[in-house]
DNA sequence: GATGTTATTTATCGAACGATAATTAAATAA
DNA sequence: TTATTTAATTATCGTTCGATAAATAACATC
């Protein structure tokens, strides 16, 4: 199922650019490069790697695989992370912690421009930062595997995004004031929300050909979802969520 | 990460229920209890069990494991798949073929109820189809995996969803004649088809809480969908896919 | 009841996995 | 230069995996 390159059979190899000395003629075993790194770009260099590789192959990659990238023996990432789990756990908070940016709600509330367009720039730049193949697969994988990541980005999504976008484009209805969103209004824009993120699922884990480009497809999603929303808002705002 | 629960270690055990005589009194081995079923029979078993299996653990889960869901011995499965890969495909078989309804394209191009209903109709039935976690987590499976299931499905439902409701809204909106829908349009489609999917994606895989209901969700992601879609569909119509 | 077929089990192989202990050598300080 | 520290490697353990060969026992046929 995996390659094992006939080159270096079972035994662990360090490999990594042989020696650039002639070292070893005889033709047996090559002398092991060993250059020292700093631990803190060690460290950085590891979990970007796994990054790399979990996002191709899923959190099952072996550990050797992964050495075998960054050109270091399998051992010794054992120095770095005590655990493969400890090192899944550093690639979370790599690409869902640190890749957030805090302007994306901050454009959605800036009411000095028309909430299309907030909307628009804010999936805009967002499809830019998850549409990739680390972003979107390691999620997946991480759903399918049952942690809590999902869970947790999905509330900060709705916190952070959803019902500032819910609350601005009621206001920008005329619609009710300050209440906080009810459920039925934050789905209608989970839908939204949905609808576009499936679309980088179409196109990185998938491979659909994907004829429409992203900008368009935002401003056709959005334009369709701002034109029809208005009704639907009012009607649910009217009735006070009591069922037909 | 798996149980081996003592009672069994390392050997492989045929089990599921001990021979209800109570014969080996002594304590060490219990009498294996061997039934013979028909091939026929076992097979769909098999793959219902490893439906189950694989819905909860993935395609990683190991055989033994499945072997002893069923009560049987690990290699008793070879004699039915040649490879766990054969009861792989039997899996997909099972679930992306034989779940499919045809007519969910009939209803969506009967042309004797408004499209509103048809679509509603259609979702609700389409999303008690799938909306469990033998179907989802299955698919997202397979689609990590780089099997090309999920393309194949996605041009299906392209074919036999996406394109009729496109034509069929077009037709209720009194838009163009039979042409064959555009990229665009159908892409339009789309973005509301993820838009649902998705829920059940956040319902049965993040079991993110969900404090809208189905049909109440389907309802208004239809009802602002098809309202704001006529206009943008004209746009579509009017300039010839010609970019602003 | 004897005989033949085959569903099922027992036993086992080789490879890959995560992880640990002991050894070696590169960088730093004396 | 020599001594100290520790990054990195070598070697290896115990498990689990997919898969195969051989032995066994349940059922059908005569």
Do not use: C
């Not at 992370?81 to 454009?107: C, T």
């Amino acid at each position: 199922m995996i390659n094992a390159t006939a080159d270096e059979r079972n035994v662990t190899t360090p490999m990594a650019g042989r020696s650039s000395s002639l070292a070893a003629a005889e033709g047996k075993a090559l002398a092991p490069r060993r250059t020292r790194n700093k631990p803190e770009e060690r460290h950085k260099e590891f979990v970007r790697k796994a990054i790399e590789l979990f996002a191709e192959v899923g959190f099952e990659a072996g550990t050797r695989e992964l050495a075998q990238r960054l050109g270091v023996t399998q051992p010794l990432l054992y120095r770095y992370f005590p655990s493969k789990d400890d090192l899944i756990a550093a690639v979370y908070q790599e690409i869902y912690v640190n890749r957030w940016k805090p302007q994306w709600r901050e454009g959605l509330l800036d009411e000095s421009r028309p909430i299309r367009e907030r909307i628009v720039a804010f999936y805009e730049d967002y499809a830019g930062t998850i549409f990739t193949p680390e972003w979107i697969r390691i999620y997946l994988f991480a759903g399918l595997r049952g942690v809590d990541i999902n869970r947790r980005y999905a509330t900060t999504v709705e916190e952070q995004i959803l019902r500032p976008i819910t609350l601005a484009t009621r206001t920008s209805f005329g619609l009710g004031g300050g209440e906080p969103p009810t459920p039925e209004e934050v789905e209608l824009f989970w839908t939204l929300q949905g609808g576009i993120f499936y679309y980088g699922v179409r196109e990185i884990v998938y491979r659909f050909p994907m004829p429409v480009d992203r900008p368009t497809m935002i401003r056709n999603a959005v334009d369709t979802f701002l034109t029809g929303v208005g009704p639907v808002l009012k009607r649910l705002a009217e009735r006070g969520d009591a069922p037909a």
